[in-house]
């Protein structure tokens, strides 16, 4: 039944571009790409526990480095390969100091560093450019970031998937529940918890290499801004976190809001926005997912997994 | 040498008022272990609706400061009777993910409709006081002012921690919420109360922001999330770690700003990320 | 198997062990008993290696293990069971014992191996229909043998358990210490807290008795039940007792 769905939704998704619908296309591309950005997130903070606000730096950093390198002259696939690597190398280096905190001194210490990458980018203006923003060589590459930016939300998928059937999925989930304890069983877990930031910012930097790829021009804000920042973290949490599905539905659901907000009311757009997000966090602690109803489908066409 | 008095000064000054701000915060995250996103809101609200009385009415902007702290504390403690309280009592790392929800969505609604209703621009009330000469020092009455007032604020609410009931109790469940409770401290009654006197911290705050500086509907994200570091960089709920981690930032952005404006900011957060790196729980946590 | 030397432990200026020396043998059953704040959870955190002693060494199959922090020592073939029941909460019965298997032991079998181990583990505490329940949703009792297969699951030469029958009935704890015999008749060396004195007098073959940090007495079970020290140091805990029931 599962196999059946995701065979008819993929299948949809791959001849998509032939009807030729441009808005649609375009705002596929977006959802694909939050969908990254909140299944990538939730590697970490739904298996993990830790709660990592600063997500988003491994995207700009992606971005920025794919860029700049791009600019250089270096090949389109190496730097595709750099913007991942630079996401990953930033993952490993500030994986031992934030991993000596927890809860929320962890995710503020993580915030922190995004807003720190933020004032680094604007001010270091003779390498970035500042707020005059990182131009790259113009194009028009929507149908072929449609496919790319698909092909990396299945393989993120694929990739979770495989996370909740491994001992290494099993590690995590045991560090999120009770990490003393965990650690007392013999799981490494320091280890354990830097290859999961790793995993999630490959995921992130690469998307972030095809963001300025496809859009041409970014700046600081575009790429650390704060509520780029909060966003796939909250679409993680208001699908469910630590569901393989919840930060795709999550994702689908905050998006479609928005936009039927925004064609729908010229004002206050952003204030119905946040009272839905309010209203998830008071009544849905576990995300949409999680709701009975919701819940119940999902288990019966096989596509609640969970860790 | 004038300069580097008058920077250190204007950075003193600074940082007393993200300290202010700041504590509110470190309360409320102390108390109920909540993240909450919607404090520069507060902070907003209290510097607008001065703005709006001062613009009908002239009166004394800090009169009026000290007429709306009612309002703020009724606020705080609604907001924490309604959206935070159906929270507490989950576990941590859930409660955590829905406080982040809850009050992010808070402040974009809030953030949202004061710009709808009150418009977007930036505010400031032009209300200015005489300056002197002290030697050959430059001194602003207004700023001296607001520093004599930070500084009795800050007084002011130590005596109340340690001296008052309430403060007392506050302070006991923030230590530790089961004794606390055994002791028959009303827990959730202590934690509206203190989400009530974080929301007045902030609409001071928000007073000296809209008569020193100036506010704007959409301020409240980018003044939390520096007022979160700050916590973090002090130790949470200690009113010094506050005191000390604002001061350190204000210092640092004035100094660096006075060189080049634009590293500023940037100074303050990589010093926070520093001093992080080495004490992971703050100079003052424990 | 495990010998303890002059093993200290000071929190801050706070002594909560001072010099404490006792031997386990293989094979045995040995009991550490004493009043509340005696210091034997803090002896069991020195051992598994969650604390580091102030002073002192702990040596297990003749290594030294000191130093040596809770997961190699988990690894060299020592486990532990908590006072409070803390199993993890949102993963099934089964998973909790299943990470004790893949992490907790010197070979990693792979997971069909794992999983058959496992289940033979839960079929012997009796917990094999709950495999696929959450943790959380389990009984006291049942959590207390979660407990148990979990630190089975990683083959343990030496097993500590923290007050293994603290919080059930009286029937209930008959049947663990059942289950305690048995683990130590498949070749388990056993090191028990107990609070309650009755608990651990049946089974063990020695019993180490400690009072503010301090070994006061140490023998069979007979000879120590009836030693001054342990009967004063009891005395004095009950009459504190009845004190703070009286206001």
């Known amino acids: 039944m599962n196999r059946i769905i995701l065979g008819i939704v993929l299948l949809f998704l791959l001849i998509f571009p032939v009807f030729n619908l441009p808005y649609l296309n375009t705002f596929l591309i977006i959802l694909f790409m939050y969908i990254l950005l909140a299944e990538s997130y939730d590697i970490l903070g739904g298996y993990t526990g830790y709660i990592n606000m600063g997500h988003i730096a491994f995207f700009g950093i992606g971005a920025y480095t794919f860029g700049l390198l791009w600019n250089t002259g270096l090949s389109l696939y190496l730097s595709f390969l750099a913007g991942t690597l630079a996401a990953v190398v930033f993952a490993i280096l500030i994986s031992f100091p934030l991993f000596r905190l927890q809860g929320a001194y962890f995710s503020l210490a993580a915030f922190a560093l995004v807003k720190l990458m933020e004032h680094l980018t604007l001010n270091l203006s003779s390498i970035t450019h500042g707020s005059d923003g990182l131009k790259v060589l113009e194009g028009n590459r929507m149908i072929p970031m449609y496919y790319l930016s698909l092909l990396l939300v299945v393989a993120v998928v694929v990739v979770s998937f495989l996370i909740t059937r491994s001992r290494f999925g099993l590690a995590m989930a045991s560090v999120r529940e009770e990490e003393e304890i965990a650690f007392d069983f013999g799981v490494p877990v320091q280890r354990i918890k830097t290859t999961a930031m790793v995993i999630s910012a490959s995921f992130a930097g690469l998307m972030g290499s095809f963001y300025t790829w496809y859009t041409i021009f970014i700046n600081p804000s575009m790429v650390f801004g704060t509520e780029m920042a909060l966003m796939p973290i909250a679409m993680a949490m208001l699908g469910g976190s630590g569901v393989i599905i919840g930060p795709v539905i999550g994702a689908v659901f905050l998006l479609i809001v928005e936009e039927t907000l925004w064609t729908r009311f010229a004002y206050l757009h952003t204030a119905a926005y946040g009272l839905v997000i309010l209203l998830v966090g008071l009544f849905m602690p576990g995300g949409l997912v999680r709701l009975r109803p919701v819940r119940r489908f999902l288990i019966r066409v096989g596509l609640f997994k969970e860790l | 040498m004038e300069i580097a008095i008058q920077l250190v000064i204007a950075g003193i000054l600074q940082g007393g008022l993200y300290a202010l701000a700041a504590f509110g915060l470190s309360l409320i995250f102390g108390v109920s272990n909540v993240l909450n996103l919607a404090h520069g809101e507060f902070l907003m609200l209290g510097g607008l609706f001065c703005f709006l009385i001062f613009s009908a009415t002239g009166l004394n902007p800090f009169l009026i400061g000290l007429m709306i702290l009612p309002f703020a504390f009724f606020l705080g403690y609604i907001f924490d009777r309604f959206l935070m309280r159906p929270l507490a009592g989950k576990k941590e790392h859930i409660r955590l993910m829905s406080s982040i929800l809850v009050t992010l969505g808070a402040a974009l609604c809030i953030g949202d409709v004061t710009s709808f209703l009150a418009g977007a621009e930036e505010k400031g009330v032009d209300y200015s006081m005489p300056s002197f000469f002290w030697g050959d020092l430059y001194i602003s009455y207004l700023r001296l002012l607001a520093m004599v007032m930070i500084a009795g604020l800050t007084v002011g609410i130590h005596y109340y921690l340690k001296k008052t009931y309430t403060g007392r109790a506050l302070r006991a469940t923030t230590q530790n919420i089961r004794g606390a409770m055994l002791v028959g401290v009303d827990t959730s009654r202590i934690r509206s109360v203190t989400f009530g006197i974080g929301s007045m911290l902030a609409s001071i705050a928000g007073v000296f922001y809209v008569v020193l500086l100036s506010i704007s509907p959409d301020m409240g994200l980018t003044v939390t999330i520096k007022y979160l570091c700050i916590i973090v960089l002090g130790g949470l709920g200690s009113l010094i770690g506050s005191l000390v981690g604002g001061v350190i930032l204000g210092l640092t952005e004035s100094i660096v700003s006075y060189y080049n404006p634009h590293w500023g900011q940037t100074a303050a957060f990589l010093i926070l990320v520093l001093i992080l790196l080495i004490r992971p729980k703050g100079l003052f946590g424990k | ?247």
């Open chain 3, 1 to 247: 198997m495990l010998v303890v030397q002059e093993l200290s432990k000071t929190f801050g200026g706070l002594t909560a062990l001072s010099g404490i020396d006792f031997q386990v043998e293989q094979g045995s059953i040995t009991g550490i008993i004493g009043p509340n704040g005696a210091g034997k959870t803090t002896m069991f955190n020195l051992i598994s290696g969650t604390f580091l002693p102030t002073s002192g060494s702990i040596r297990f199959k003749g290594r030294d293990i000191t130093r040596i922090k809770s997961d190699k020592v988990c690894r060299i073939g020592m486990s532990r069971t908590y006072q409070n029941a803390r199993p993890f909460e949102a993963l099934s019965v089964l998973q909790n014992v299943l990470i004790g298997i893949s992490y907790g032991r010197k070979d990693r079998p792979n997971i069909k191996r794992a999983e058959s181990e496992a289940m033979d583990i839960l079929r012997f505490l009796d917990l094999e229909r709950h495999a696929p329940v959450l943790a959380d949703q389990l009984s006291p009792l049942n959590k207390k043998r979660l407990e148990l297969a979990r630190a089975l699951g990683t083959q343990p030469e030496l097993l500590l358990l923290d007050e293994i029958a603290a919080g059930l009935i009286p029937s209930e704890t008959l049947e663990m210490m059942e289950v305690i015999k048995q683990i130590r008749s498949r070749g388990t060396t056993i090191l028990m807290i107990e609070h309650i004195m009755k608990a651990v007098m049946d089974l063990s073959d020695r019993v180490i008795v400690l009072n503010y940090g301090v070994k006061i007495a140490e023998g069979k079970p007979q000879e120590v039940s009836s030693n001054p020290k342990v009967i004063e140091a009891y005395l004095g805990e009950e009459v504190e007792e009845k004190g703070e029931e009286t206001p």
